[in-house]
C-alpha cells in the first residue's frame, strides 16, 4: 500500500506562485511514476505534469508548459510541482497520484493505483 498525502495549495492572484508536495509512504515498488492532476467544478481530472520514479524524464499538458515544475527529491520520498505564473484557469483540486506502472500513458487518470486526498489551489483575476 502507497499513501499519498499533498499539501501547499491555497490562494494567489494571477501571476503569482505556489508550490505543492506530495509526500509517499509504504512500498516503493509500487511506485513508477508520480504525477499530478487537477480537477476543478464540470470538468473531468486532467493530468497536469508527471516525473519517472528515478526523476529521468518529466512530462508536462500543454496548457502548464514554460510555468509548471515538476521535481522530486528521493531522500524525502516527495515530489513538487512548482507553479509559477498562474492564471485563474489554473483554479482546481490538485491531486498527485502514482502506481507500478511507468509514465508512457501518464496523462491517463486509469493508470494509477494510489491517490491523495487533494489541495485546493485558487488564483484570482
Known amino acids: 500500500q502507497v499513501r499519498l498525502v499533498e499539501s501547499g495549495g491555497g490562494s494567489v492572484q494571477a501571476g503569482g506562485s505556489l508550490r505543492l508536495s506530495c509526500a509517499a509512504y509504504g512500498y516503493s515498488y509500487s511506485i513508477n511514476c508520480i504525477g499530478w492532476f487537477r480537477q476543478s467544478p464540470g470538468n473531468e481530472r486532467e493530468g497536469v505534469a508527471a516525473i519517472s520514479s528515478g526523476g529521468g524524464s518529466t512530462y508536462y499538458a500543454d496548457s502548464v508548459k514554460g510555468r509548471f515544475t515538476i521535481s522530486q527529491d528521493n531522500a524525502k520520498n516527495t515530489v513538487y510541482l512548482q507553479m509559477n505564473g498562474l492564471k485563474p484557469e489554473d483554479t482546481a483540486i490538485y491531486y498527485c497520484?502514482?502506481?507500478?506502472?511507468?509514465?508512457?500513458?501518464?496523462?491517463?487518470?486509469?493508470?494509477?493505483?494510489?491517490w491523495g486526498q487533494g489541495t485546493q489551489v485558487t488564483v484570482s483575476s
Open positions: 497520484a502514482t502506481g507500478p506502472n511507468g509514465c508512457r500513458t501518464w496523462a491517463a487518470a486509469s493508470k494509477y493505483n494510489y
